[in-house]
Every structure is written in C-alpha cells, then in structure tokens.
C-alpha cells in the first residue's frame, strides 16, 4: 500500500524550482501533491505525480538529482480532528513521523495526505488496524 | 626487500656530518656565483650580503630568493658559472608564455644527476640486472635524459622507447622482458589498459616489477590503480628542470615520502607569501639551493611547489630529509583570517567523504568569507534532509580540522561546477578588504 514519491535535489539558486516544474510540464507529467523542505542553502522538492518512472526520467535526463521513494497515503475525514487522529495512532506506537502533506485534491469529502515514516510498513498495519483507508496508486491514478 | 644503497656513505651520513657538509659545499657555492656570475654578484650586492658574515646554514634565510623570472634576466646564459667550453648540455623547459627556461649541465652536473637516479634506483630495489623502458620524451625535456643516463651509470639495461606508439610499448616489453618502465602516470594508466584489452597478464606475460612515475601529479589512488592492473610497485619521483630534472627527491621502498639528496640540494619549506620558514611539518613552498651543479648553480630558487617535510627517521636508514609527494602549486594558496590554505588540502578532505561528487568551488567573500561549494553524489541522494544535512556537518568539521577555518559549506546540484579537468577556476575571490 506504498505509494511512490518522488524528491528532487534543489540547491538554493534562482529559477531552480521553476526549471524542475516545467520540465514536468513539458512531459505532461500531472504534480498531485507537493511539498518542499529547505535548509539555507538547498532543499528537497517532494511530490506525487501521476507517473513518477517517467517523471524521474525526464529529470534525470534534464540533469536534476532526482530519486523516488515510498510514503503512505492516506483519506482522512475532512474535519477537524481528522488528521489528528491518524498521527495518535502513530505517536501512541512509537513511530516518528518524518513529514507530512496534502494532496491539491480532495476525493469526495476525504482529504488526502501524504506520510512518511522511520517504518512504513508498522505504519500501515496499524493504520489498516485501526480502519484507515490508504491510497494506492490505482486510486491516485484515477484522481 | 632488503635494504640496498648506491652510495651507502654518503646516504647513511648522519645528520650533523650531513649539515657540516652542506655548509662545506654552499660556501663553495655562493664563493663561484659571487665571483663568476654577475647577475648573482649584483644581486647579493643589492642585499647588502657580505659572504664573510655566513657562519652556519641557518644564514641561508639571509640570502635573496631566486625566481621563474631571475632566469630571464641574462637570458640564456648569463647564469652560467662556467665558461660556455665546460658546457656540454642544454635542456628546457617550457614557460606558460614567452621562451623556455634554458638549464645548462656541464659534464660533471650530467654524471652527479645520474648519481642521484643510481641511488633512488638501487633504492627501489633495482639492479643492474633489470631493464628499464624509459618511456619519457627524449629531446629538451630533462626526464627521458636525466633518467637514460642514471640508469646506464647503474648498469640496467634501457631501453630508449620515448613515448607513445603503446602497440610498440608492449611488444618491447614483451620481447625484451622489460622489468622497470619511466614513463607518466597517465601513460601508465593508458599503458595498463591497452595491456588488459589485449588479455595479457601482468606478472605472466609482462613482467615488470617497477614502475618510476613523475611529471605529473597524481593521487594515492591513481598510484594504486596502477600498481593493481600492472603488478607492479610504483614510485614517486620529484624533479625540476631547474633543479637538473628528476632524482632531485625520490621514494624509497617505504613509499612514505620522498628522500630529498640533502648533499646535493638544500632544502627549505616557506611561507609563498612572507618567504619566512614554515613551521616543521608544515605545507609550504620548496625552495632550493644547488650545492653540486657547476655549469649553472642555482640560490634559493622558488620553485612554487608546495609540499611539507616528514619529521621521523625513515626505517631505511637514509638520513636524507622526506618531503610528502608535491600537493599543488604556491601560485593557488590563498589567505583567510590569517591561515595559509591550498586547494588541494581541501581537495584531498573532500575526496575522502562519500557521498561528495568530484567538482567544487571555494568561494571568498565579505569580511574573510568562505564558502566551499560541494557537489553532492546523484547516488547519494535519496529524498532525505536530514542525511544531507549529517553530509554537510561532516564535511564542515573534516575541513575544519584540516584548514583551521570553518568554512559554510553548500551543497549544490551535481554538474552545477566548472568540471574538475584542466585549469578550472577552484578559488572565487570577492572579498573587498
């Protein structure tokens, strides 16, 4: 129930993030969710795409420092609290929550988040356990 | 490997008979420059140096330097301490702009060179029962020269090869039973990959057993790159043209350092900038004194190589100082908050850390400044921060250690840098003091 995420290298210069996303544009590549984490002097541009193979592709081809990676994705009720419990189920196990962010979509009255963890696969037998209901890349491919 | 000397007296002299005879020979010196060499005379004049007052070694430091440029000013022979009859040699070497260097060798400068390559050969083990392809250049370049004549004083065999035509490299090696080859580091590089192609088998086919590599830098890495496909022992030799080519410092069997001919030279290691002495074991400039040449004798000569002096005795009992293989050039050191720092020791920290790409660029800014722009590995990479950020921190204390300044260090998008080969600009300075 991994999904695939895909960060790219950015160090700190003008247009760089720009560069990145136009190249995805150019190869029709549809960004879904995105986040980025930056230091001083560099960050790292985090995404779920619609193809992330060939989005790798393409930036790597662009020579971007890309890599992909597996998160979780989750729905969660679209109302206060909602994310709030999904993080205590975790935190009560003891699993540190490395980052954390949303889809640009909702599915219906369900907002879509991205986890990720120091141990995804504890991270989604408790979320099943507890009736989570996560993502995989069927149901984000159909978004 | 036992321990064998060609000069076993004069390599084994103990330090105090070695400085007393260094004394001897620069008084000598500087006695035949004052008296024969008008561009030495009026340049001690200039100094206000009177020789009577050079009691012991340590006066050198009082005398003027000699530079790259002091050579030009007689151009070509006005350095000469002999009659042009007593010279029988001419070598150059090439300047970045302008004419050649000329050196000149009398006969007696020929034969006390090859002395000096006899020793260093017999050092690395060699005898007068191996054979030596010298695959350097013949012709003004003193290396092919230089090493030709060592060797034969010695008695190895050699073989005149010169450099390129690698099918005919091999072949001779293969037909004579070459055992010792003299020939660059990235020659011997592309030697040993021919060699591989062809599915002959170093040790089998091709039975060297030495290989003497100079007049290029190259790492330790390089050295055991080589020795792995070649089965061979590499050695590091140092040398100027300037200083009568090659033999000038050579690596004995220890391959820790480079005996430096303490009775043909003088050493000394100096701040590039303040021409003051570094402290022991500190990376400066090599100066040199010669204290055998006749035909062209040469003062404290700059020789805008960096390098540092090892301290401890080496276990093959020479006495001769060792200095480390040559680290860059003088000409690159650069100064920050009053530390001398070269390139290359950042160079050499950044080698050492995985998950550091080749390329990177110092840069000098605001009040004394630096940051050092690393490229970071594409393999390395994997989507996390906080390993990027441990990368950082590691190379800022490694550098730190090294250099004694912490820099800022920023990690930048592999093949973001100007590419490592050639003459990249490595040091940006923008500061404005």
Not at chain 2, 116 to 144: C, E, P
Not at chain 2, 249 to 254: G, N, R, S
């Amino acid at each position: 129930m991994k999904i695939k995420q895909l960060s790219v290298f950015l160090e700190n210069k003008k247009g760089r993030l720009y560069e990145v996303l136009n190249t995805l544009a150019q190869a029709n590549i549809n960004i879904r969710a995105l986040s980025i984490a930056d230091t001083s002097d560099f960050g790292i541009l985090r995404m779920i795409v619609n193809n992330p193979e060939e989005a790798k592709r393409v930036l790597d081809e662009a020579g971007f420092t890309a890599k992909i990676t597996n998160v979780i994705g989750v729905a969660v009720k679209d109302r206060p609290g909602g994310l709030a419990e999904i993080l205590k189920i975790l935190y009560e196990k003891d699993i540190n929550v490395e980052y954390v962010y949303a889809f640009v979509e909702k599915s219906g009255e369900e907002a879509l988040v991205v986890i990720r963890t120091n141990n995804l696969d504890k991270t989604i037998d408790l979320l099943k356990e507890a009736g989570v209901k996560l993502l995989d890349s069927k149901t984000l491919e159909n978004l | 490997m036992e321990t064998r000397f060609f000069n076993p007296k004069i390599e084994k002299l103990s330090p105090s008979e070695l400085r007393v005879l260094q004394f001897k020979k620069l008084k000598t010196v500087l006695r035949r420059v004052y008296q024969k060499v008008p561009f030495y005379r009026e340049k001690l004049k200039e100094a206000g140096i009177n020789l009577s007052k050079i009691k012991t070694l340590s006066d050198l430091k009082e005398l003027p330097f000699t530079t790259k440029e002091d050579l030009f000013v007689d151009y070509p022979f006005g350095l000469l301490a002999e009659p042009l009859e007593k010279v029988v040699r001419l070598h150059t070497s090439s300047g970045t702009t302008g004419k050649p260097k000329a050196i000149f060798f009398s006969k007696k400068d020929i034969w006390a060179q090859a002395e000096l390559i006899a020793r260093a050969l017999v050092m690395t083990g060699s005898t007068s029962q191996d054979i030596l392809q010298n695959s350097m250049t013949y012709g003004l370049f003193t290396g092919a020269l230089v090493m030709h004549y060592g060797a034969e004083l010695l008695g190895m065999l050699v073989i005149p090869a010169g450099p390129g035509n690698t099918e005919r490299q091999i072949e001779l090696m293969r037909t004579f039973g070459t055992t010792c080859v003299h020939m660059t580091p990235s020659y011997a590089l592309y030697v040993a990959t021919v060699i591989q192609g062809k599915g002959l088998k170093p040790g089998v086919d091709i039975k060297l057993k030495r290989a003497y590599l100079g007049a290029e830098p190259y790492s330790e890495e390089t050295r055991r790159k080589i020795e792995e496909m070649l089965k061979v022992d590499v050695y590091n030799c140092y040398g100027l043209s300037e200083m009568g080519g090659p033999g000038v410092a050579f690596e004995c069997q220890f391959k820790k350092g480079l005996h430096l001919w303490e009775d043909a030279f003088i050493a000394e290691i100096i701040d590039p900038k303040t021409g003051m002495p570094v402290k022991p074991g500190e990376v400066g400039e090599l100066v040199l004194t010669t204290l055998n040449r006749t035909a062209m004798p040469l003062i404290r000569y700059r020789t805008r190589d960096l390098t540092y002096a090892f301290e401890e005795p080496c276990p093959c009992g020479r006495t001769h100082i060792k200095i480390a293989r040559i680290i860059g050039r003088a000409d690159d050191m650069f100064i920050v908050r009053g530390v001398n720092i070269f390139p290359q020791q950042i160079e050499a920290v950044l080698m050492g850390i995985k998950g550091v790409a080749q390329n990177y660029q110092i840069i000098l800014e605001g009040l004394d400044e630096m940051i050092v722009k690393v490229e970071i590995d594409r393999d390395f990479f994997d989507g996390r921060i906080e390993r990027l950020l441990k990368l950082r921190d590691e190379i800022t204390e490694k550098l730190k250690a090294v250099i004694q300044v912490r820099p800022k260090v920023e990690l930048v998008e592999p093949g973001t840098l100007p590419v490592s080969e050639g003459k990249a600009k490595r040091v940006i300075d923008r500061r404005t003091l």
